[in-house]
């Protein structure tokens, strides 16, 4: 793979780095002026940064592989049940709401942690035991982002693991260095760039993929031309829903000392740029419906109708308690994920104690709707993507099929020297825009959760600037630490571990990581659906505690379980269990409640 393949990455990532230096370089005299935003966010960008974030590499690379492979159902009931978890976040968002607005207005702890603690007791033992429990789950999904992102470039690098390793470890270094000198701020206006770059490459890629197989003229397997039929269709909703606005483009502007807005040369540039990406990919929609009905033309519409149900027919290999945990998690996950209340947050960062919670959730109903579509087309397109390019290709499906696919695309000619390196900014927008909302929501449970309860000086309301200049030098050199260790932790995962990314048990195993902020579910839930039958819905610390530590546990045991059985079904069982027991203990401590009433 020659140099002049990692030259569009380059620009991508440069244009991506843009906004860093546009933002507003006030002084941050709150927690809130670095952990949540710099300055008021338009919901359209925390929309598509959160979209970005969704399209994880630790959710790209087994919805490749499970489309190259033609096995779809656990790819539709993952993205269909991540679109109703991101609905039901809008339905319940009243309450979540009202709580972020009262804790920014003291600039108090704005996480789920705190919801959680202050809704079951205020203990201060629940809020960092959650929060720990949290900030480990997310360094276990940074190390997984890590080595699904290697495990793609090894194939494009010949082998070689060290330079792939080097760069794996660049891309964390350098959400690190965002972080730093723009806060959260900075990473959502990167990752909505990063978001019109993973887009440009992505359609760009299937555009000629399609080309190469129209043009071979060989049979499409059944799923291939499910494949086919639904890009199509994803073009012309993706047309109509975005309306050509795939990217914010209004201008990044910076307030004078008088306290007017002012846009500065750069940020219309900026703007221009990204008016310009979004015409690109309109362009490349109307290419992709346009290539698309040639296809299933050619084939004949009768075919493209027995296959596309031959393909749903399909039986998967995936065991009936792992499309329960891929149901469960892609619908509670979104609820408990810091990330998540981290956006929200952003959102209203710019409402003091008077503003209407009503009028502005309207408002971002929109935003939801949007992230609740887009997200699971998405998830939806890339299975789709993974049919499409394994079939023009001719490669071989299985846990390797990812080493297959670029070994086919390398010995196709002159098409590779375009499509691998869209394929390389593909993947590296997707890394980085993941990697940068789980390091910001290491920094916000590291400064509100975890370095506050012991700092009495941080109490809401009574920090001075000088002390929380040195807090934030506190949560980034700790923050620095522990990107370090995850990197450390990749180089020897990479090294001695051997779990392809493509095989169900990669997947499993990051389920039952995510047990730890499962667990919260409940407690969570309670205090909401509580409060609309109006009750309290809290349980006494005793009993928050026991259902946390038996959530968290049962990732543990499932993976030992495994580790010592190897049953792959104790991984996917490790969520179900996580929350079916949460829920019951949640119900007793209830109970409990009422007879000591």
Known sequence: MSVVTFFPLAVALVVCLVPIWLLPRRRRRRAQDYIVASQPTRPEIAGNASIAYALRMAAFGPLFAWGASGDLWPVIFASGFLGLGIFLVYKLREPLLEFLDASLAIDRSITVHEFVARHHGNDRTIRVLSAGLTLCALLALLVGEALVLSAFLKPMLNGMSAIACLLVVAALLSVVLIAALSGHSGIMHSSQLLLGMFYLALFGSTVLLLYVHLSARTVMPAHGTLAVVFVAVFGVIALWY?????????????????????????????????????????????????????????????????????????????????????????????????????????????????????????????????????????????????????????????????????????????????????????????????????????????RYDLLAPFWAQLAPGLTEPTRERTARRRTLAIGVGLALAVAVAFCVADAFLHIGFASRKFVALLFAFCCAQLSLVPLVLGPIVGRRRRGSGAVSPGWAMTILGFGAASGVVAVVLYLATGVEAWLWSAAPICLGSGLVLFAMARAASRRHA
């Open 242 to 446: 975005r309306r050509s606005k795939y990217v914010d483009s209004d201008p990044i502007r910076n307030t004078t000392s008088a306290g007017n807005p002012r846009e500065s040369s750069g940020a219309r540039a900026l703007s221009r740029l990204q008016k310009i990406l979004n015409i690109c990919l309109s362009v490349l929609l109307v290419l992709i419906i346009v290539v698309a009905l040639m296809e299933l033309d050619a084939a004949g519409w009768a075919t493209t109708m027995r296959d596309s149900m031959a393909a749903l027919r399909t039986r998967t290999e995936v065991p009936t308690v792992g499309l329960l945990a891929l149901a469960l998690v892609s619908l509670f996950y979104p609820l408990v994920d810091v990330t998540n209340w981290l956006r929200l947050a952003a959102t209203q960062s710019d409402g003091g104690p008077d503003a209407d919670p009503r009028r502005r959730s309207i408002e971002l109903r929109g935003v939801f709707r949007t992230c609740a579509i887009e997200t699971s087309l998405m998830w939806l397109f890339i299975s789709m993507f993974g049919a499409i390019a394994a079939t023009a290709v001719g490669a071989q499906a299985g846990t390797a099929v990812v080493q297959s696919f670029v070994a086919r695309l390398v010995a196709a000619g002159d098409i590779a020297a375009i499509v691998l390196p869209l394929i390389l900014v593909c993947i590296f927008a997707a890394a980085l825009a993941a990697m940068g909302a789980l390091f910001s929501a290491c920094l916000c449970t590291l």
